[in-house]
């Protein structure tokens, strides 16, 4: 039996002729937070549904908790969040009302530790299409963070975010990353080098490194280096 928390293996991704994703393979052995970086077009996003079980793979498997989302789903989706780059926000709700809405469709009851983790007490009756970038993010946070997942994928969360945001997004996945697996695609280096303990780097659909950060790490110097001259086999 496998023994890491999360691992993914051989994974592939097509449409048509083009191939997105290519032979991907990532083992995780223990709560960290990842960054997955990469140019647009590198593969980010659709290895990112198929760990959230919204793709399934051409070829290959993910196991979490040993746990195969193509064998079992529904206990798969219990213990993952999915962070989508586009919040999948119904308009017309409150906030409190999408709350709802997402806890009743995943059997979880809605906390109010949930809420004042995301900062949403101040919109709980707001409309949602009245809310600011800011506070959409947080609610799609809230929503990621319902099933309390054991992996949180998050896509792109800090896209058009104000400082303060983001450091308060910094903090929470300071704060989830000792018991949770957290995977965020980014395309903000100094963000992913304050927030992660490790970085996967991809071009054209496959992983060119697995990096391990540390205080000395130079992550805009291995970046630069490793998409502009590493070569694709």
């Known amino acids: 039996m496998d023994n890491s928390l999360l691992t993914v293996k051989n994974l592939r991704f097509s449409l048509g002729q083009q191939q997105i994703v290519d032979d991907l393979s990532f083992t995780v052995t223990h709560n960290q937070s990842i960054s997955l970086l990469g140019p647009n077009g590198a593969g980010k996003s659709t290895l990112l549904k198929m760990l959230a079980a919204h793709l399934v793979p051409k070829q290959g498997d993910i196991l979490l908790n040993n746990i195969n989302p193509n064998k079992n789903r ?7 969040g999915y962070m989508p780059e586009t919040p999948l926000i119904l308009p017309e709700l409150t906030v409190t009302e999408q709350l709802q809405l997402v806890a009743v469709q995943k059997q979880m009851q809605l906390s109010d530790e949930l809420i004042e983790q995301c900062h949403l007490q101040s919109v709980l009756n707001k409309r949602c299409h009245q809310l600011s970038l800011g506070y959409r993010q947080r609610l799609n946070l809230a929503q990621a963070l319902l099933t ?86």
């Open 74 to 80: 529904l206990d798969y989706l219990k213990k993952v």
């Open 148 to 233: 309390q997942p054991k992996l949180l994928i998050m896509d792109e969360p800090l896209n058009g975010l104000d400082p303060h945001l983001i450091i308060d997004f910094r903090a929470i996945i300071q704060q989830l990353k000792s018991n949770t697996i957290v995977i965020i695609s980014t395309h903000y280096l100094a963000e992913a080098q304050t927030v992660s303990d490790r970085v996967l780097i991809m071009q054209q659909g496959r992983l060119l490194d697995d990096i391990a950060l540390d205080a000395n790490s130079d992550l805009e110097e291995l970046y630069m280096q490793h998409t502009r001259t590493k070569e694709l086999l």
